[in-house]
């Protein structure tokens, strides 16, 4: 803490915008999904919208979507998008499978196996390695940025995962629960290294 007071920090965990995924693919880590048109605009809107704050760096997943999210930002606030491997989407045994209702893989007895505990997950990274990897990306943006903003682009469940275990409540959960719409953005401030608190917003709603 300063003679003036703490310092204040803000971390911005920005979800990428809609991806162009005409098969209704479970994408999760797999190259080549990009951001549809739709998704083009919600990552210029949410760029016009904090490049009016004080936003110093901007970070993203090295997935594509996340990476041409965080590029409108980037150029305009003169910065290079830097890449933590941290900020990745989950892993997950059903990528590259459909999911849900009708013909959905899900329904087929041979993928029952990965389902037995939905409180870790056993279909993928367990929520405790996802809150412990974004939470030490998020204390490293804090780091790099302090007095100032930073934006972290990520991905939904572990951007909720992260929220819920920065404030004390449980990682696992419903997934249908989850605040994190497309391209929102999940705020985390700092007092010097102490989370004073967690915001939400969805500027690019309506695109």
Known sequence: MSASGPVRTTVHLLRHGEVHNPAQVLYG??????LSERGQRMAARVADDLSRGDVVAVVASPLQRAQETAAPLARMLGVEVGTDPRLIESAN????????????????PVHWRHLWNPFRPSWG???EEIATRMLAAVADARDA?????????????????ARNA?????????????????????SFRFDD????????REPAAGV
């Open 145 to 161: 940025a302090r007095g100032h903003e930073i934006v972290c682009v990520s991905h939904q469940l572990p951007i909720w995962t």
């Open 125 to 127: 990274e367990p929520y």
């Open 93 to 108: 045994v059903f990528e590259g499978l459909t999911i849900g209702t009708g013909g959905g893989s899900l329904r087929k």
């Open 29 to 34: 880590r797999l190259e080549g999904y990009r």
């Open 193 to 200: 290294d102490r989370l004073v608190g967690v915001g939400y």
């Open 166 to 186: 920065a404030v004390g409540r449980r990682t696992w959960h419903d997934p249908r629960r989850r605040e994190c719409a497309l391209a929102s953005l999940t």
